[in-house]
């Protein structure tokens, strides 16, 4: 089993839709989570951190249960440009480097 | 500031050739990666460095090696490339005690035929 699964998707929304995405992690000693966007083709880049308490930046909220063992990202009032792969990331305790999930893509269609 | 600079972009190798992807950072940072990411997957660690002179294993190290002889420059050399190493590469690098600010680059997609 993966440390960190996701849906694949993809996610075909209409515009101005809300979306959600759920990612859930198997290992216990995790400590830091984060959600990364990933454009076609390019690089990956940090579109923001999840904390327990959950937050919010604009129309992106990232909530962590940490009983549950999984984080969820949700985008509100979808744009065009919000069109691509979600990757959930994971830091665990001892380790140097982060774990990547495999993304969930998502697809706004005017 | 360039950040992290990769060459080459774009190559294609035949079987059992070697080949150098170049990752070079201006940031200062003590930390770089190499990850490979194949289609539709996750990104895959191959090897890290914690500093200069410093080098360890990731997930996927097999057919790899790398190098960190200084703080801006992390290698990685392909040796007798196989198709299974069709891949993008992403080299990353961060600061110590930042663990999410991962800096990319931009990528070398490597085609082994």
């Known amino acids: 089993r993966k440390e960190v699964e996701q849906d694949p998707g993809p996610f075909n929304v209409p515009e101005g839709a809300t979306v959600a995405f759920n990612c859930t992690y198997s290992n216990s000693a995790s400590q830091s989570f984060f959600w990364y966007r990933q454009d076609c083709r390019k690089e990956p880049k940090l579109l923001m951190s999840v904390y327990s308490s959950g937050n919010e930046d604009g129309r992106f909220t990232a909530q962590l249960n940490r009983a549950s063992q999984y984080i969820s990202l949700l985008i509100r009032d979808s744009k065009l440009s919000d069109s691509a792969t979600y990757l959930c990331v994971v830091s665990y305790t001892g380790r140097r480097a982060l774990t990547f999930g495999s993304g969930t893509r998502l697809q706004v269609q005017p | 500031n360039a950040g992290v600079t990769q060459t080459p972009k774009f190559r294609i190798l035949k079987i059992g050739q070697s080949m150098t992807l170049q990752c070079t950072q201006d940031?200062?940072?003590?930390?770089m990666y190499w990850y490979r990411q194949d289609p539709g997957m996750g990104l895959k660690l191959i090897y890290y460095s914690v500093g200069a002179g410093i080098t360890d294993k990731g997930e996927v190290p097999n057919g790899y090696n790398v190098s960190r002889s200084t703080t801006e420059d992390f290698p990685l050399r392909l040796e007798l490339a196989a198709p299974s190493q069709t891949s993008v590469y992403f080299c990353?690098?961060?600061?110590?005690?930042?663990?999410?600010?991962?800096?990319f680059g931009s990528g070398t997609r490597l085609t082994v035929v």
């Open positions: 940031m200062n940072h003590n930390y």
């Open positions: 990353a690098s961060r600061v110590d005690g930042t663990l999410a600010v991962y800096t």
